[in-house]
């Protein structure tokens, strides 16, 4: 079975400091891989995705980066925390680009920016 | 860019009662996109609850249902009896393909909260 692992569970950061959260898929070879955002009181957005070791299109610009080093692990950091990161990040799988594939989701991540 | 409208806020109901999540979507790309309803249950991860990918079909798991209705452009989300067990954000979504990936965009979500 496959199983995604998000860390840490939360976060509490100063502005301007800098932030890593990682996502670990296991079971599956190969997934598309996503970042999600969701502010408090706003609505879930996409950041990234990555169809492939190496490639990370982004489709939100939010001062935020992502990474894939490894096929079953991705990255999102910043080197300058801001304010308006504040919020809970998803990291979520699926088996192929469809637009009728189902999405797999971590636990997530809240991060709070003081 | 796409949209998705639900019923906002929290929603309280009594246990055995009907539930009714009210959404609806505007897609800009491309006329019938795909929709789907994921639920996050306290302590959980986002999980997929139904979808639907065919206009005019209805999806249906654990007692919910929902139908795709492209005229009103609606993904309403029912249940004939709701349990205390039920108690869970819902967030409705439509996907479509933009440029090389998949793009979900989530309606805000509804909290619902089942009273015993």
């Known amino acids: 079975a496959q199983t995604i692992h998000q860390w840490p569970v939360a976060e509490i950061k100063a502005v301007g400091s800098p932030l890593s959260l990682g996502c670990t898929i296991k079971g599956k070879s190969s997934p598309n891989l996503y970042w999600y955002w969701q502010a408090t009181g706003g609505t879930l957005q996409q950041l990234f995705y990555s169809i492939t070791v190496g490639q990370v299109e982004s489709v939100v610009q939010l001062n935020l980066s992502a990474s894939r080093p490894k096929d079953d692990q991705f990255i999102l950091s910043t080197e300058k925390l801001l304010l308006s990161h504040s919020g809970f990040y998803l990291c979520a799988w699926s088996l192929t680009g469809g637009s009728a594939e189902t999405l797999y989701f971590g636990s997530g991540t809240r991060l709070t920016v003081l | 860019g796409d949209s998705v409208t639900q019923t906002e806020g929290q929603v309280t109901v009594s246990e055995s009662k009907s539930l009714i999540i009210n959404c609806t979507y505007s897609?800009?790309?491309?006329?019938?996109?795909?929709l789907f309803w994921y639920v996050r249950y306290p302590g959980e991860g986002l999980q997929l609850l139904l979808k639907?990918?065919?206009?005019?079909q209805k999806g249906s798991s654990r007692g919910f249902e929902a139908t795709y209705n492209k005229e009103t452009t609606s993904f309403h989300l029912q249940k004939a009896s709701v349990q205390e067990s039920d108690s869970a954000v819902y967030y409705c979504?439509?996907?479509?393909?933009?440029?090389?990936?998949?793009?979900?965009?989530f309606g805000a979500g509804t909290r619902l909260a089942v009273c015993p």
């Open positions: 639907v990918i065919t206009a005019g």
């Open positions: 897609a800009t790309s491309i006329a019938y996109p795909n």
């Open positions: 979504a439509l996907s479509e393909i933009s440029g090389s990936f998949n793009k979900l965009t």
